[in-house]
Nanobody, 117 residues
Framework: QVQLVESGGGLVQPGGSLRLSCAAS????????MGWYRQAPGKQRELVAA???????NYTDSVKGRFTISRDNAKNTVHLQMNSLKPEDTAVYYC???????????WGQGTQVTVSS
């Protein structure tokens, strides 16, 4: 079965950068569009960046020009480079299929990103 392990989060000052990674196993990774989601306290989880099987990308407006999603099919990984971070980017970040509920209710443990001075 699918397993997704997120890493790379941490505490960073406003304007700083972080690079998140997600290692996938139990699936034929190259067959899936992938996405990075985030959930801030008291808010619903939202999709912030997505990448298709062919490498096309899409971003929610609030992160356009600051975040970059990429994938490495040879290593079954998807990354999120986050630059010019803002306090409102503070959330737990998760990777999953870009399409909803492809793997049912499965979510990994996520990685906490905190942007604060």
């Amino acid at each position: 079965q699918v397993q997704l392990v997120e890493s790379g989060g941490g505490l960073v000052q406003p304007g700083g950068s972080l690079r998140l990674s997600c290692a996938a196993s139990g699936i034929i990774f190259r067959l899936y569009g992938m996405g990075w989601y985030r959930q801030a306290p008291g808010k619903q989880r939202e999709l912030v960046a997505a990448i298709t099987r062919g490498g096309n990308t899409n971003y929610t407006d609030s992160v356009k020009g600051r975040f970059t999603i990429s994938r490495d099919n040879a290593k079954n990984t998807v990354h999120l480079q986050m630059n010019s971070l803002k306090p409102e980017d503070t959330a737990v970040y998760y990777c999953n299929s870009a399409s909803p509920r492809v793997w049912g209710d499965y979510w990994g443990q996520g990685t906490q990103v905190t942007v604060s001075s």
